[in-house]
């Protein structure tokens, strides 16, 4: 798994190289990791509602992972932005996060994922208690941040923010009580047929 949440930082870092990075590198670069951060993001909330449904308990054991690489992933994203495309400008930095909605979304995202990335540890987990569970709900309002900052920056080609956000939709539903009701009902119906 390690292995594969690295891949797409070495294939970047290989186009790097290779000066395969289009006629904009710095926009190619914010792009990649961004659009990893993003699916890194989607994948772990999909972990609870995926194990849910399918009774892969052992699934569990690979949210926080998932969690932490989009949260590198997205890290990554917002340092190529300081550095990479502003150059430590502070001054345009702040403008933009203030004047430009889609770097406001991205930053809020981002803001709100720190503390979720810090509190992720096992001893984290146990001074929080249910506070935890509470805090790291703050996790899809990151996410549909994340997939509204895509969506603000792309303009024209809207499809696949759309396609992020609407799945970022449907896993939210999963989690509502009505549809888990639903699927506790259809997993008792089906245990006591094969019974």
């Given amino acids: 798994m390690w292995i594969g ?39 772990s909330l999909a972990v609870t509602p ?6 892969w ?5 690979h949210r926080r992972f998932l969690g932490l690489w989009a949260f590198s992933y997205v890290t990554a994203h917002f340092l190529s932005y300081i550095v990479l495309d502003q150059f430590f400008a502070w001054s345009f930095i702040l403008e933009d996060i203030a004047e430009r909605p889609f770097i406001m979304s991205g930053f809020a995202a981002w803001l709100l994922l720190v503390p979720l990335a810090v509190t992720s540890t096992k001893g984290w987990i146990r001074r929080l208690g249910k506070r935890w569970t509470r805090l790291h709900r703050v996790v899809y309002v990151a996410a549909l941040l994340g997939a509204l900052h895509f969506y603000w920056k792309v303009k024209a080609d809207a499809q696949e923010p759309l396609v992020f956000a609407l799945i ?11 549809v888990q009701r639903r699927v506790a009902a259809r997993k008792a119906a ?3 047929r094969n019974d």
């Fill in 57 to 61: 308990n052992r699934l569990i054991r």
């Fill in 190 to 192: 089906t245990r006591s």
């Fill in 168 to 178: 970022l939709v449907v896993l939210l539903l999963l989690r509502t009580p009505a």
């Fill in 50 to 55: 995926v194990r849910r449904l399918t009774g």
């Fill in 5 to 43: 949440a690295a891949l797409p930082a070495v294939w970047l870092a290989a186009d790097f190289l290779r000066d395969e990075l289009g006629a904009n590198p710095i926009e190619e670069v914010l792009h990649r990791l961004g659009w990893w951060g993003l699916v890194f993001l989607t994948l």
